[in-house]
């Protein structure tokens, strides 16, 4: 088992476990990150080995501010400007990688471009305090659930890792929302905890419809990722034998009281609240032992975007690739 620190007790101790080209698992607002420093290529590869991931992915670089941004990748006008707006903040910005920049290739799987984020509270301070970037996916064995909770990670990946920084449940609970500029716009490679409408108001600039991203393929966006063992059944409106329910709002679902389990994502219909509760609650749902896990209607807005977006991926057919 790894050993748990509060975050307010971590900087030297995490720090120095990343220097020392071991892996931490820090807290960020959106999910729990399992972090290397991102200069150090046999560190990345020690990510990829404990989460079970297929190393072409590439993974976030998180940095402390914009000057180490500006040293990895390319930040240009509209990039810039929702950086300035946004960061620290859940969104991920993908630029053009910089000839110079100190990220060991292993992070970005060779691609030219990189994936860049500043990323809340401590994540971002180990960050400033070891000068370097940390190449970090979310701390969840490959294709699973992703963890809000230190107590979610020691399950995933304790056995793995020397340390878990504690910062409590995440403020957001669904990661970070991807974009990419292209000719014509900007295009949102993944939504996530900041909503297209956010991003549109500062962006002064068209959102593509985000059906056909093209170039890399990545696990989140995968067909199956963030799954339970759980089967799962969305939009449902009944109960059926054997279901646990993961309701939305003022639960309507028909014969709920068959339910083996039920947990509201938010009772007053509460997008922001149900994020936080996402991961949380499927995972508590799945240890029920129910065979399939049935989930009311999620309106599709705002943050109802993203959490659609991974119900989606967590009921799709598993192929057991990652
Ligand atoms: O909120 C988050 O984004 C969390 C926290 C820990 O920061 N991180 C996270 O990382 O979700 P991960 O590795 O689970 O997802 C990162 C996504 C992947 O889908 C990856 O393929 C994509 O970012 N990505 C990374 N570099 C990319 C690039 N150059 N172009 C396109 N997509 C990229
Ligand atoms: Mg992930």
Do not use: C
């Amino acid at each position: 088992m790894a050993r748990i620190l509060p975050a307010d007790q971590s900087l030297e101790e995490a720090s120095r476990l990343l220097l020392a080209g071991e892996l931490v698992a820090i807290p960020t607002e959106t999910v729990y990150g399992l972090a290397a420093d991102a200069t150090q290529g046999r560190a990345v590869a020690r990510i990829f080995e404990a989460k079970g991931r297929p190393s072409f992915n590439p993974l976030i670089a998180h940095v402390a501010d914009l000057e180490m941004a500006a040293r990895i990748g390319r930040l240009e006008r509209v990039t810039l400007r929702l950086a300035e707006h946004f960061w620290p903040g859940p969104l991920t910005l993908v630029v053009e990688q910089r000839a110079d920049s100190p990220v060991h290739p292993l992070v970005t799987a060779g691609l030219a471009s990189i994936a860049l984020r500043m990323p809340r509270g401590i994540a971002r301070e180990i960050s400033a305090h070891i000068a370097r970037p940390l190449a970090a996916p979310s701390a969840n064995p490959s294709g699973r659930l992703s963890a809000t909770s230190a107590a979610a990670v020691q399950a995933g990946l304790g056995d793995r890792i020397a340390l878990i920084v504690d910062g409590g449940p995440a403020e957001i609970g669904v990661e970070s929302t991807i974009v990419r500029v292209e000719s014509g716009g900007l295009r949102i490679l993944r939504p996530g905890g900041l909503t297209a409408e956010e991003i549109e108001s500062v962006a002064s600039t068209r959102i593509l419809p985000s059906e056909q991203a093209g170039g890399i393929i990545a696990p989140g966006m995968m067909a199956s990722h963030y799954a339970p063992s759980a089967a799962m059944r969305l939009d449902a409106r009944e109960i059926l034998p054997g279901e646990a329910l993961l309701a939305f709002g003022g639960s309507r679902a028909a014969r709920a009281e068959r339910a083996i389990a039920i947990l509201n994502l938010s009772e007053r219909g509460d997008l922001t609240e149900a994020a936080a509760n996402l991961y949380a609650h499927l995972g508590l749902l799945d240890k029920s032992g129910a065979a399939t896990i049935a989930v009311e209607p999620i309106p599709h807005v705002g943050l109802g975007v993203a959490i659609n977006d991974r119900l989606a991926r967590a009921a799709a057919p598993r192929d057991g690739s990652n």
